[in-house]
């Protein structure tokens, strides 16, 4: 883009990441800058960005939502080309060498898919509907803005989208206990969005999406060939979805207000 510098720009946002984020930033360092936006961290995330990554742009803002802290974050961004990655994310050698030929050459493409590999009670997640999980994650600096709900946000990309070969890897959970404590957060968030889209739910409704959720994730994504850990993702995953459409019965009732 004009007015940018050739290369490329990392964006991270975090918060209380302070054991995951020496690996991503380690993974980083052939990127010309690395830019954080910490959301007011209380462990020691903002003193291990600077121990690992001494050179990074480290900025502070209060998190609101997924989708303005992101945007925040890549209005920082001074290089053509921009890598947003999650904290708990790590880019492989492989997939460094696939981003730096797009960064050196001249695609067509504005922005490009990025396969995700989740690992999950001691291995690789690849059914479930967990992999390849594509986002869209590089993308031409000015040609993307993030947009979406309180929780799902993507990158909306002028122009064409490419798909890499090499995948991110994922450490997204560290226990079933931080998967549960995150259902819990994010199926509030979802009702709430659901409820202010004026969608309506019921107990029998709540249970069917929970039983559909189950069968597709462990038999038609074939989470059984992933062993106890499919079984595991495929009964939270169903808990999951009981969780948004309960609480939205819930707020419709008038037994919790909407936030």
């Given at each position: 883009?004009?007015?940018?510098?050739?290369?490329?720009?990392?964006?991270?946002?975090?918060?209380?990441?302070?054991?995951?984020?020496?690996?991503?930033?380690?993974?980083?360092?052939?990127?010309?800058?690395?830019?954080?936006?910490?959301?007011?961290?209380?462990?020691?995330?903002?003193?291990?960005?600077?121990?690992?990554?001494?050179?990074?742009?480290?900025?502070?803002?209060?998190?609101?939502?997924?989708?303005?802290?992101?945007?925040?974050?890549?209005?920082?961004?001074?290089?053509?080309?921009?890598?947003?990655?999650?904290?708990?994310?790590?880019?492989?050698?492989?997939?460094?060498?696939?981003?730096?030929?797009?960064?050196?050459?001249?695609?067509?493409?504005s922005g490009f898919k990025v396969p995700r590999m989740t690992h999950y009670l001691g291995r690789w997640i690849r059914h479930c509907g967990w992999y390849p999980d594509y986002n869209i994650r590089l993308f031409r600096n000015g040609l993307a803005r993030?947009?979406?709900?309180?929780?799902?946000?993507?990158?909306?990309?002028?122009?064409?989208?490419?798909?890499?070969?090499?995948?991110?890897?994922?450490?997204?959970?560290?226990?079933?206990?931080?998967?549960?404590?995150?259902?819990?957060?994010?199926?509030?968030?979802?009702?709430?969005?659901?409820?202010?889209?004026?969608?309506?739910?019921?107990?029998?409704?709540?249970?069917?999406?929970?039983?559909?959720?189950?069968?597709?994730?462990?038999?038609?994504?074939?989470?059984?060939?992933?062993?106890?850990?499919?079984?595991?993702?495929?009964?939270?995953?169903?808990?999951?979805?009981?969780?948004?459409?309960?609480?939205?019965?819930?707020?419709?009732?008038?037994?919790?207000k909407s936030n």
């Open positions: 883009m004009p007015g940018k510098k050739p290369g490329l720009s990392v964006c991270i946002i975090a918060l209380n990441e302070e054991e995951r984020l020496p690996r991503c930033l380690q993974a980083l360092r052939f990127a010309e800058e690395i830019i954080i936006v910490d959301g007011g961290s209380v462990d020691r995330t903002i003193e291990v960005a600077k121990q690992t990554a001494p050179s990074a742009q480290i900025s502070g803002r209060k998190f609101d939502d997924f989708v303005s802290q992101k945007n925040y974050a890549i209005s920082l961004a001074a290089h053509e080309w921009i890598l947003v990655v999650d904290a708990d994310e790590v880019v492989t050698p492989e997939l460094q060498l696939e981003i730096q030929s797009i960064v050196s050459g001249s695609p067509a493409e993030f947009e979406g709900g309180t929780v799902h946000e993507r990158p909306q990309v002028q122009g064409s989208i490419g798909v890499l070969r090499c995948h991110l890897q994922h450490f997204s959970y560290r226990s079933i206990s931080d998967h549960l404590g995150r259902i819990d957060r994010y199926s509030t968030l979802i009702a709430d969005d659901k409820f202010r889209k004026g969608d309506k739910s019921s107990p029998l409704w709540a249970i069917y999406k929970s039983i559909s959720k189950f069968l597709l994730v462990y038999f038609w994504k074939a989470g059984f060939l992933d062993g106890h850990a499919g079984l595991v993702v495929a009964v939270l995953g169903g808990y999951y979805n009981f969780l948004k459409y309960i609480k939205l019965w819930e707020i419709r009732k008038g037994l919790r």
